[in-house]
């Protein structure tokens, strides 16, 4: 999901790699030091061995699952390591950034305001925070709070506003009047992290405390989930967690920690795999917990909203056996195989995590892993799904190996395509230097151009970029590490100075123009 770049101290990609053959070795061996007391149910017989055979073929370091059926835990288990560098086994108590996941936390604790009257899904975001301003007016005093949680406010992702930034909550909050709307509020979907951030914040302000705090009082104290915790500056100091990794060129390296509290509401949660079971029973139960189901996390009328269909996915599934696909409150919602499920998946900073429930049928999946948007968590699910509902197994490996190669040779096909209007033969209209400086735009924030060697580089926030002349004064913007790639034109003012530098961060809206900053004065 993001594109950072790479530190010093990052594994060498060949030691990485004789690390992950080793973990692959003794992956499907390795003891359950809390959970090994659980028998292995007969349908799920053999499972184990399909994970550590998906997990080599997809180079996946680490992964915990867990699994839940007519109210119980039936299974739980640790794969591979957690650290490769160290050969630190997973455990099902090993905690992993589970990103969008969070979203489903933030839906509740919506639900939980409500349920107490003290806040109503339908009534305008205004009615609760005062100083929203959004760059649309409409959008600004109609949105709500069904649409922050059901992405329909208008808005596209704009995530870059996000991304390894240093902007605190509150800042990010302050700067979405200073984005552009790529459709009318309610008109279709459209992912927004952002706008599931402030409904974490508008929790908060309700609450009179922060979100985090109110999650932890409302969700995670009463279901007893002592493990789980909001930022990775608290995860890297539990005895039990998992390092992140990516994919580069091919090769497992290590993914740098970096702190997405800012994100909080929409992908900020760390959790283990016994945790998360503990949620996903509290789902399925219609928000009761407890060993007699006699305490009430949420009202089970307000959790059925959360879970009922709120917008349209216009998507059209690929595969038969999916349904169409809608959004609910923090979850998405379609059918497998004819069975309602109600998921929702998640990646952030080198992690990846999916959470599946089939309420009808008491079913529920946690994966969690530790390979940046890696295309495991699916077939698993749906394997064990399978499994569960006594049918026959689909090979989604199979397809996930056909949709690689189809993506793969889509890329090799629009390669010569790519820069086929680049004009041959011509220099920017200024010395690269006349370039050098600092360009803002209120809500993305501050991109700063140096020159090293006589190249010039760009910093935003705490990733760093190369830019390589393309035309005129047309640059390419291209990540040292994760092969991220923009166009950017520079633009002059009528005096022929460089004014400003336009960079096509948000697909959906015109190219995010930011202004060149005065130069400070030389010191006398």
């Not at 926030?461 to 913007?477: A, E, G, N, P, T």
Request: glycine share 6%; hydrophobic share 40%; net charge negative.
């Amino acid at each position: 999901m993001t594109d950072l770049n790479r530190p010093e101290t990052l594994l060498k990609s060949r030691r990485a790699a004789s690390l992950l053959a080793l973990a692959f070795i003794l992956i499907s061996v390795w003891p359950l030091p809390a959970q090994d007391t659980l028998s292995i149910p007969q349908a799920l017989e053999g499972f184990d061995g399909f994970v550590a055979s998906s997990m080599a073929e997809l180079k996946v370091p680490g992964l915990a699952v867990a699994v839940v059926k007519d109210g119980r835990l039936i299974y739980a288990r640790g794969f591979g390591w957690r650290d490769l560098e160290k050969k630190l086994p997973v455990t099902p108590h090993t905690l992993f950034g589970i990103g969008s996941c969070s979203k489903a936390f933030t839906a509740t604790t919506m639900g939980i305001l409500v349920d107490e009257d003290r806040l109503d899904w339908d009534k305008p975001v205004r009615t609760y925070l005062p100083d929203f301003v959004l760059a649309d007016p409409v959008a600004s005093e109609r949105l709500t709070p069904r649409d922050l949680i059901s992405h329909r406010s208008g808005l596209p992702r704009h995530d870059n506003v996000w991304i390894r930034t240093a902007f605190t909550c509150q800042e990010l909050y302050d700067r979405l009047r200073f984005l552009e709307f790529s459709r009318d509020i309610r008109q279709v979907y459209q992912y927004n992290n952002l706008m599931v951030m402030t409904a974490g914040y508008l929790v908060g302000r309700i609450a009179g405390t922060s979100w985090e705090d109110f999650a932890k009082a409302r969700i995670l104290d009463p279901l007893g989930m002592t493990e789980t915790d909001f930022s990775t500056d608290d995860s890297r100091k539990a005895d039990d967690f998992s390092r992140s990794y990516t994919l580069v060129k091919g090769q497992v390296e290590e993914f740098p920690f970096y702190n997405a509290d800012a994100l909080g509401p929409a992908g900020s949660i760390n959790s283990s795999a016994l945790d998360m079971s503990r949620w996903v029973l509290a789902n399925l139960n219609k928000g009761r917990y407890g060993e007699a189901l006699d305490k009430s996390l949420i009202s089970e009328k307000t959790l059925a909203q959360i879970h009922a269909p709120q917008t349209v996915v216009p998507d059209m599934p690929r595969y038969a056996e999916l349904f169409y696909a809608s959004y609910g409150m923090g979850w998405r919602i379609t059918a497998y195989r004819g069975h309602p499920l109600v998921s929702h998946g998640g990646a952030i900073m080198g992690y990846s995590a999916q959470v599946s429930l089939l309420p009808r049928d008491g079913i529920g999946v946690v994966l969690l892993n530790n390979l940046e948007d890696t295309a495991l968590n699916g077939p698993l699910a749906y394997n064990i799904l399978d499994r569960l509902l006594g049918l026959e197994p689909v090979d989604w490996m199979k397809r996930v190996r056909e949709d690689a190669a189809r993506s793969s040779a889509e890329a090799e096909k629009a390669k010569p395509e790519r820069d086929k209007d680049r004009k041959p033969g011509t220099t920017p209209s200024h010395p690269l230097a006349d370039y050098v400086g600092a360009y803002e735009h209120p809500a993305y924030g501050t991109v700063t151009v140096s020159m090293t060697d006589g190249a010039l580089r760009a910093a935003y926030h705490q990733r760093s970029f190369v830019l390589d002349h393309f035309h005129y004064d047309v640059f390419k913007m291209r990540s040292d590490w994760m092969g991220v790639e923009h166009r950017i034109a520079f633009t002059l003012d009528d005096q022929g100075d460089v004014a400003a530098m336009e960079i096509p961060f948000e697909p959906s809206v015109k190219d995010i123009v930011f202004a060149r900053k005065p130069a400070p004065p030389a010191n006398r």
